[in-house]
């Protein structure tokens, strides 16, 4: 039997607003990347992935980040928005996000509620 070769698609993953010169912002967009392809592990049909930054400064030159980021699946639409002083932060965090969208469905609740005996009791009646 031959080996299986998998033919792997690009995944559309789009960031808005990031300063392409900057090393940070080339950091936090690989960290986005690798994340969305552990995703794509789990979630075989990512649509598409998109991460849009806005920078507001004040007169000085620290900048404030705020990321929006939204994941679309043909079932769901998933949305973050994350907020920081250092652009890599904030997609460390939106990073440890995406990976709790992996190991727990949010269909399913936490713990199951059994009813109360009484009203099982009450039904079969």
Same mark, same amino acid.
């Given at each position: 039997?031959?080996?299986?070769?998998?033919?792997?698609?690009?995944?559309?993953?789009?960031?808005?607003?990031?300063? &392409?010169?900057? $090393? *940070?912002?080339?950091?936090?967009?690989?960290?986005?990347?690798?994340? @969305?392809? +552990?995703?794509?592990?789990?979630?075989?049909?990512?649509?598409?992935?998109?991460?849009?930054?806005?920078?507001?400064?004040?007169?000085?030159?620290?900048?404030?980040?705020?990321?929006?980021?939204?994941?679309?699946?043909?079932?769901?639409? &998933?949305?973050? $928005? *994350?907020?920081?002083?250092?652009?890599?932060?904030?997609?460390?965090? @939106?990073? +440890?996000?995406?990976?709790?969208?992996?190991?727990?469905?949010?269909?399913?609740?936490?713990?199951?509620?059994?009813?109360?005996?009484?009203?099982?009791?009450?039904?079969?009646?």
């Amino acid at each position: 039997m031959p080996p299986t070769t998998e033919i792997s698609t690009p995944l559309p993953v789009y960031i808005v607003g990031l300063d &392409v010169q900057d $090393i *940070e912002s080339s950091l936090a967009k690989s960290k986005f990347q690798k994340s @969305i392809e +552990s995703l794509s592990r789990v979630y075989h049909d990512i649509a598409e992935a998109r991460a849009t930054v806005k920078t507001f400064s004040n007169q000085k030159e620290r900048k404030h980040f705020e990321v929006h980021v939204l994941i679309r699946m043909p079932k769901q639409q &998933v949305e973050f $928005i *994350e907020e920081g002083w250092f652009i890599e932060e904030v997609f460390e965090n @939106i990073g +440890s996000k995406i990976k709790r969208l992996m190991t727990k469905p949010r269909d399913s609740p936490s713990r199951r509620r059994f009813p109360a005996r009484s009203v099982t009791a009450a039904a079969r009646f």
